[in-house]
């Protein structure tokens, strides 16, 4: 027998619960093997301690009170899934809530009237020019002071479109589905994202923007004062260190992927996103660009 085999037998070959073929093996073994003759007399020492050890008598309410624990631990558990349950409800019920709001046009007062947002109503204006095409991220300002996100869309053709939120807690979630519908030309859509930045509880959202199937990613801050300067270090995955950026500086990033996603490196003191940025990008397949406050990270 080898070492290994005989290890696993020790317990019931001091028992007696072993064959008597068996028990003759093991007994061989040991005859013949040092290293595992101590593990058995070391074992053997354990036995007769406990042996020795006086019989403790258990109280008599022993049973009722394991019982009262054990009920304990499952109205904790079934509390903490009750809670999970309606958080995931909430976000369920804002992606909804947004997705039944169908689209703002930037040409009336739907966002203000539907926030709060301070401003005389924009004139309807139709013209046949072409607009800036694109995906913006705009910050409103209420009439408290708050920074309130809005994603405005634009197209100078009728194309579908479709917004999905992405959980950066869980990077393995399936997307949930925020809005889905048509771009018209010269028309602009806009969605408001406090209300699910304040049920996801995270300081940037992760949001997967298409249209005609061709998808851009979306790392939107919940509002902070943006930073100047940084000192960063990390090593990640380019989407993850884009997400890591745009929570650090609270300013957003828009990504489009090309081909494999590189893994990045960076470390830098005291320097702007733009320098971050730049650094992070230097060997990679990807050029940086600004359109209004929003980075852009795109394939060459």
């Given amino acids: 027998?080898?070492?290994?085999?005989?290890?696993?037998?020790?317990?019931?070959?001091?028992?007696?619960?072993?064959?008597?073929?068996?028990?003759?093996?093991?007994?061989?073994?040991?005859?013949?093997?040092?290293?595992?003759?101590?593990?058995?007399?070391f074992l053997?020492?354990?036995w007769q301690r406990l042996s020795s050890m006086p019989e403790v008598v258990p109280p008599a309410d022993l049973h009722e009170r394991i019982m009262t624990h054990v009920r304990a631990n499952v109205r904790a558990r079934e509390a903490q899934h009750h809670v999970a349950f309606w958080r995931w409800t909430g976000a369920a019920a804002v992606a909804a809530g947004l997705f039944l709001m169908g689209f703002f046009?930037?040409?009336?007062?739907?966002?203000?009237?539907?926030?709060?947002?301070?401003?005389?109503k924009k004139p309807v204006v139709e013209s046949p020019q072409p607009v800036q095409a694109g995906v913006f991220i705009e910050y409103r300002e209420t009439k408290d002071g708050s920074r309130l996100p809005?994603?405005?869309?634009?197209?100078?053709?009728?194309?579908?479109?479709?917004?999905?939120?992405?959980?950066?807690?869980?990077?393995?979630?399936?997307p949930t589905l925020i809005w889905q519908g048509t771009l018209l030309p010269g028309k602009t859509l806009e969605i408001?994202?406090?209300?699910?930045?304040?049920?996801?509880?995270?300081?940037?959202?992760?949001?997967?923007?298409?249209?005609?199937?061709?998808?851009?990613?979306?790392?939107?801050?919940?509002?902070?004062?943006?930073?100047?300067?940084?000192?960063?270090?990390l090593q990640a995955k380019l989407g993850d260190a884009l997400r890591q950026l745009a929570s650090m500086y609270q300013t957003p990033i828009e990504w489009v992927p090309s081909g494999e996603e590189p893994?990045?490196?960076?470390?830098?003191?005291d320097v702007s996103l733009e320098d971050a940025l730049r650094q992070l990008l230097v060997g990679s397949d990807y050029r940086l660009t600004r359109q209004g406050m929003v980075w852009r990270v795109s394939g060459r």
């Fill in 1 to 41: 027998m080898r070492c290994e085999q005989v290890k696993e037998f020790l317990n019931a070959y001091m028992e007696g619960a072993v064959s008597e073929a068996l028990r003759e093996r093991v007994q061989r073994h040991l005859d013949a093997c040092a290293e595992c003759r101590r593990e058995w007399q």
């Fill in 44 to 46: 053997q020492s354990i």
């Fill in 105 to 120: 046009v930037a040409n009336s007062d739907g966002v203000q009237a539907a926030f709060g947002f301070g401003g005389a």
């Fill in 150 to 174: 809005v994603l405005e869309a634009r197209l100078n053709r009728e194309a579908t479109a479709e917004l999905h939120y992405v959980s950066g807690a869980e990077p393995s979630a399936k």
């Fill in 192 to 233: 408001p994202l406090q209300m699910l930045l304040q049920n996801a509880n995270e300081r940037v959202l992760t949001l997967w923007w298409s249209v005609e199937g061709r998808k851009r990613v979306l790392f939107v801050p919940v509002g902070y004062p943006p930073a100047r300067i940084a000192s960063v270090r």
């Fill in 263 to 269: 893994l990045v490196v960076l470390d830098a003191e």
